[in-house]
């Protein structure tokens, strides 16, 4: 027991506390990363993409693994405004309107017509795809803005790879004992907005999976 932690004996469970908030930011970009695997997969095979799955890195930091995923998002989602783009050139007017406020529902039982005219451009689901991609789009921005403010000051060096020993260590050597209620506070607070942000997220990918099954039945 160091010198600090006689004189302040809270010290050690303030920091085992911040050492779990670590284990509970990476295990949630583990998550995300995951999600976001499913959504490359469904939008290559949807949408004739050729992106590769991402990959995290337990020897990288957190920041690092953050713009990885950030970037692959924002590929994603200039390839949904690319595939939106062609259909709202190929597609009549009135009828690319019409889609717009479709329900799912709605979009399985179009007429015949109606599909003959969708077909002609594109697979109903591509379509289904771009529609709902379209209006979840801000979920998807909003867990690169969130990976982006947290990756930064004390979560930025944050390694994935780290035993909870060598956290405790980093976190001995890095903060000092007057910074340990700061740093506490602010992955209390960033836990509270990354946690819905990433179920969220997570959610949303998972319900297009849903949808798409619920086209092919």
Known sequence: MSWS???YPENPEKREKIIRRSQELIDLMKDNFEATNSLIEIVNKHLHSSFSPITLDEKATLQE??????????QIQAKVEEADEELKKKLDPALYEKLQHMSLKDLKYVSAAVKSAISSVCQLPALALVMHLKKIM??????TCTCAIYSVGIFAAVLFGLAVNAIFSAIVGHIEQGKLNTALEEYEKALAEFRPASKEYQKAINEIGFMLEFLKE
Do not use: Y
């Not at 693994?65 to 924002?74: L, Y």
């Not at 801000?138 to 867990?143: D, Y």
């Open 5 to 7: 932690d006689i004189f």
């Open 65 to 74: 693994n953050c713009d990885v995923m950030i970037e692959r998002v924002k």
């Open 138 to 143: 801000t979920i998807l921005i909003g867990i």
